[in-house]
């Protein structure tokens, strides 16, 4: 058995000679620095694919490996510890400069809080959930002291109960001295004073509005400096009260500094969506003196047409998208194809989507299909993408994807497709289409797609 791993060793002396990953079973006597091999390796719970991803690492990132055993690595990463794979791990020489281990005290030291207010974490890292904030001059119990990226953390223990992490930059053992006794001050009235953040460049992140406007002062009726988009980052600094509303003062990518409400602000990053900053003209089929379809229950197309418009216009504008709607109303005129075309091209949009809902004289017809033509482009993609994601969504049948000379494609300049959502000439079809549940899954299709599409 020695003999057969030697044999191994020297035949892949170049990636792991010397690498304690290279025989299965075995534990790691000390801990060994180890890179990552994959452009995203899964930390897992317990060793094995099938186990709970509790975190990643980016290929290049050195770690540090504690044990292996049956090709899985333990190690640690933010204060706890998780497997991977070891196939995806190379041996490093270990660097001029380590981390500095734990130094766990071996008797609890009373520390003070020296900021106006300092968040203690899960774990030693400014990125790690805030579990609580303790007041300046406020003690904790002091534990024991970990060094991340060149920075000093401490486990604490607050007069609360509650253990985490906080920044060693923030607390002395010198007891703060008491002040003199004096009258309580009367409470200032509204704006309230401003709460400078305990920990400078925090970041976050904008959600729940498509573009958030950072103004001169805290108010909605000051002047607008600049707009920030949602999910883009920005740097806060402080908070302030004015009439029940929480505004922060914030730095913007761009080094614009102004005021921005805090309902539009997040320290977790929303999801990014590809379609963020694209242009896309949706067109809700017929409208005016021109009902479309209509079905056995008196629904008219035009009418869920638009309805279903709308919803995919919400969608892709809280992503960031510029929508163009060629009508907003089933009361005016009616729209000429060559009009709606006419938009698209005004607008130099990115992708031109026709919404439509079908009709045959079979009234067991059923399902959904898009099409696209190959005139000024093979838009065969953007149609899958649509279809794939409207099925996923409704469950309805898939009738698929197919070419057709429909005006709005066939002289579209710009990637174009038209839906067909379901029939409106199946009784039973046509109850489902006309609910708002039903719209809201095939706008969340056509809306899904498209950012498959972009992406």
Partial sequence: ???????????????????????????????????????????????????????????????????????????????????????????????????????????????????????????PGTSSTVLTTVKKGEAVTFYEKKVISGKSWGRVKTASGKMGWASLSYLTSKAPAKPASKPAPKPKPEPEPSTPTAEPDVKYYVTGASALNIRKEPSTSSSVVTAVKKGEAVTFFEKKVVSGKSWARVKTASGKTGWASMSYLSTKRPPAYSVSGKTIVIDPGHGGSDPGAIGKGKTQEKTINLQTANELKLLLQNAGAKVIMTRTSNTSRKLELSERVAISHKYKADVFISIHYNSASDDGATGIDTFYDKTYGNEAELAKSIQTELIKQTGMRDRGVKTAGFYVVKYNKVPSVLVELGFISNPNEEKLIATKAYQQKAARGIFNGLNKYFD
Avoid: D
């Fill in 1 to 123: 058995m020695i003999k057969k791993i030697t044999t191994i060793l020297a035949a892949t002396a170049l990636t792991a000679s010397l690498f304690i990953f290279s025989v299965p079973g075995t534990q790691a006597s000390a801990s060994t620095q180890a890179k990552v091999n994959a452009s995203i390796l899964n930390i897992r719970e317990k060793p094995g694919t099938t186990s709970k991803v509790l975190g990643t690492f980016k290929k290049g990132q050195v770690i540090t490996a504690i044990q292996q055993q049956n090709g899985w690595t333990r190690v640690s990463f933010s204060g706890k510890n998780g497997w991977v794979s070891s196939k995806y791990l190379l041996p490093v020489k270990a660097a001029a400069k380590t981390p500095a281990k734990p130094a766990t005290v071996t008797k609890p030291a009373t520390y003070y809080v020296t900021a106006i207010a300092l968040n203690i974490r899960k774990a």
